[in-house]
């Protein structure tokens, strides 16, 4: 199975889910992990604000961050590589990933084609509506 690793901006606690006013989709994908754990898939989860190490020592996420910013996040990899920024991954995409079918059967088989990229690398910004771009060696930074 391949190994999932959340990348997460700083939350208030390991989760985020705490306090009066819960993000729903924190509470989703917490639940969409466990589902995830409870079929033996290695999922693990960093959140900037209690692992700041973890970012630091990743280069891929270290890279990412510096790039895109905290803004970014959550960074999702598969086997050490981008698979998902932006936004947590659904249910569906999190069994893709660890080759797991709906029902809990391994699919890695039908699903190969699904996987993410073999390739590291950084999203490029698309350009602003001036035109300018933040990307990398566009001098904006």
């Known amino acids: 199975m391949a ?3 959340i990348f997460e901006p700083g939350l208030c606690c390991g989760t985020g889910i705490c306090g009066v006013d819960v993000d729903q989709s924190l509470v989703t994908v917490s639940a969409d992990l466990d589902w995830l754990r409870a079929q033996g898939a290695p999922v693990t989860r960093f959140n900037l604000a209690q ?4 970012f630091v020592d990743n280069e891929l996420v270290r890279a990412f961050v510096h790039t895109v910013g905290q803004d970014g996040l959550p960074l999702t990899l598969v086997d050490g590589m981008t698979a998902l920024t932006g936004r947590y991954p659904s249910r569906a995409e999190l069994a893709k ?4 079918a709906a029902g809990g059967q391994d699919a890695a088989s039908k699903n190969a084609a699904l996987q993410p990229d073999a390739s590291p690398r950084l999203l490029m910004m698309a350009p ?6 933040c990307a990398v060696g566009s001098g904006c930074c």
């Open 3 to 5: 190994q999932i690793e």
């Open 97 to 100: 990933w660890a080759g797991i």
């Open 128 to 133: 602003d509506a001036d035109g300018t771009s």
């Open 51 to 54: 692992e700041p190490l973890a």
